[in-house]
C-alpha cells in the first residue's frame, strides 16, 4: 500500500558525479561514474536514456524496438559535464547529481528548484534509497501530468500520490487499479518512461514531498528511464508506443455488442438469452460464458466443460453459431488443487513454486470479496509463464478450444503474484514479478489466438502492464453499478488511453451492486457506444428489455447507431495501431493548446472527428464545452458556436454528440450482427458536415 506520509529527506543520500567522471565516451554513449555506480546516458531522436544500477537479465520483451543512437560530444569541466547530442543539450551538475536537458533552444525538463534550508534541493535530485531509485522532475506553476495507467481520480495527476502496482481492485472507487504502466506525459512537451516490470511510487507535485516537483521511486535494482520529447502530446505517445509497441487492429466482429453477464448457469438459460437476443431484434456479435457459466468452480481452471451442464459442448457452440453469434469464454491462470491438473503442472515444476518448500504454491484466496455476491473460489496454484515449457503447454491448451468454434478469450485477474515467497522458474518473484506477470498472461493467451482462432486475434484481459496494448483488447473491471461507476469507467478509460494502450470497454450497467437503475443503464449504453469496444456485463441480467420497455428503446437506438459508425470506428482503429492515439481522446490530448477544454474530464473525443459528452447524472443534464470553430449536433445538424460553454438537457434517446464543421463521417447500413456485413466495415452514406 502507499505510505502517504512524507519522506525524511535528511537521511537519504543523494547520488553524486566523481570529480573525475568519465569512465567511457564511445560514439553514442555516456559512461560517468557516480557514488552509486555507473551511470549511462544514451540521446535518441525521440529522448534520451539513463540508466544505473543493476540489471536483471530478465526485462520479459518490455521494450519492441530501440530508435538508433546519436553521436555525443562531451565536455567535462570541475563541477559540471555538458553532453551535445544531435539537438539535445544536457548538462550535469555533479554534487550532487542536478541536470537540465534542452533540444534546441527548449528547455525539456531539469532537477526541481525546490530549494532548502539544509540542502541544495528539498527533493533529492537522484537518490538510491532502501526501496530502489529515486528520480525528481520539475513541474511548472499549472503543469498537468497525464497517463500512469487506468486510474479512476481526475486525468491530471499532478497533486495525487500513484502507485503502478496491479490490483484486484474490486471496483472502480480507489486508487488502485488493475492496470498500470509508469508511462506519463505533459502538454509542455515532455514525458517519462520507467523501464521496469518492478512497481513504481508517482509522488506528482503531491505536497506532502513536494508541490514544484515530480519524484518517482523505482522499486527495482536498476533505474532505467526515458525522458521523451514531442511537440503536441500525440507525439510524445507515438514515441512510447515507437518502445513498447504498436497495438494491433483486432477483428472486424469485435467491434459488435458483446453481452455477458455472471452469469448464464446453464445451458437453457444461455440459448433461450440467444433466441431472445434475435427476437427483440438487438444488435449483437458475442454472447459470453463467464467463469461459472462452462466451468466447475471447485476444479478450474484447466480447459474443461463442466460435464454436468456441458455433456456436449460442441452442439450448444452450434446453436450458438447458427443464431451468427460469436462466443467468448472465460479463463484464469490459477489451476485449482483439486483438479488433477495440479499435481501434472507441479511435478513439472510449470507452477510457481513456495521459496520455503520448493513445492508449487497454493494461493489462497481473500474470501471477504465473495461472500456477498460470488461463489467462494478453490485454493490454487498460479500458473508460471516464465517458464517455457509452461508457457507453451498453457497456449497449445487453447487449441481444442478454437477448434470448437471458440472465438475470443476473457482473460481474466492475473494480479495474484503478490508474496515474496512466491518463485518463478527464472529466478524473479514477488514484486518483480508481480506487474509483469499480467504481459506474460496477456502474451500467452493472444499468442494462442493468433495461432489457432479461426475468426482471428482478439482478448479481453482485465490487468495489464507495459506493453500489453499489443494484446488487445482490455476493460475495466467491476464498476460499481451506480452514476459513480460510470464517471470512473469514464476516466479509466481515458487515463489508459493517455498511456498508450488504445483499446477500452467497460462493464455497461456496472458490475456489483445492481439496483436495476433503467435510466443508468440508458446513460451508460449511450456512452459506450463511443468506445473501441462495447460490452454489456455484471452480476444480473443485462440485456436491455430487462429494464424494461422504455429503457430498452433508448438502448436498442444507441446500439444501432453503434452498427452504423462501424465503418469511422474501424477507420479510427487504423489509426490507433499506426500512431498509438486511443479511440477515446481525453479533451488535454485531443486539444492540447486549449487550455479551457483540459479542465471538462469526462467529455472527450471519439477519434478525429466526434466530441462525446456522457449524461453522468439522472434528469439529462448536460455541461460541456466546444473548442473554438462551429460544431454541429451528430443527430439533427443544429450548429453550435466554439470557444464556450452549452448546457442541454437531453431525452433518453439523445446522445450529445457534435461534430467539428468540415469533417465527413463514413457510416454503414442498419445490421443486427457483422456476418450480415461479411465481416468487413460497409459505408452506405456519409455523414456531411454540411447542412
Known sequence: MLDYSAPNWNYVKQLEVSGKALVSHSEHCVTLSTSEGLLSLEFYAIGMRL????????????LQT??????CKLIEQDEHIEIKSGQWQFRCQKQPFAFTLHHGDKLIQRTPNDGHFVRQYRLPPMAK???GWLFSFDLAPEEPVYGLGEKWGSLNKRGQLLRSFNHDALGVNAEISYKNTPFCWSPQGWGAFV?????????VGYAPWSNRGYSILVEDSELDLFILQGDQPQSIIEHYTQLTGKAPVPPFWSLGVILSKAYYRDVPELLATAKAVREHHMPCDVITLDGRAWQDTDTRFAFEWDPKRYPDPAAVIAQLKAQNFKICIWEYPLVSVANPLFAEMASKGWLLKDKRTGEAYRYQWDMSA??????????????DFTHPEAFDFWLESHKPLFDLGIDMIKADFGEQVEDDNMLASNGDSGLRLHNIYSLLYNRCVYQAAQKYCKSGPFLFSRSAWIGSQLYPSQWGGDPQADWGGLVGSIRGALSWGMSGAPYFATDIGGFYKDKRDPELFVRWSQTAVFSAHMRLHGIGQREPWSYGAQAEEAVNIALKLRYKLLPYIYQTMQQASETGL???RAMALAFPNDRLSWGFELQFMFGDSLLVVPCVTPGGQVEFYLPEGEWLSFSDKQ???GGKIHHLTLDWNEVAVFVKQGHDLPIGPEVEHTEQLDNQPVISHYWSSQA
Do not use: Q, W
Open 51 to 62: 540508466r544505473i544500477g543493476a540489471p536483471s537479465d530478465n526485462h520479459y520483451a518490455m
Open 195 to 203: 523501464h521496469t516490470p518492478s512497481p513504481v511510487t508517482h509522488a
Open 582 to 584: 486511443p479511440l477515446m
Open 639 to 641: 450548429v453550435f458556436a
Open 370 to 383: 465473495f461472500a456477498e455476491v460470488l461463489t467462494p473460489l478453490p485454493e490454487s496454484g498460479i500458473v
Open 66 to 71: 530501440l530508435p538508433d543512437t546519436l553521436p
Open 129 to 131: 534509497t532502501a526501496k
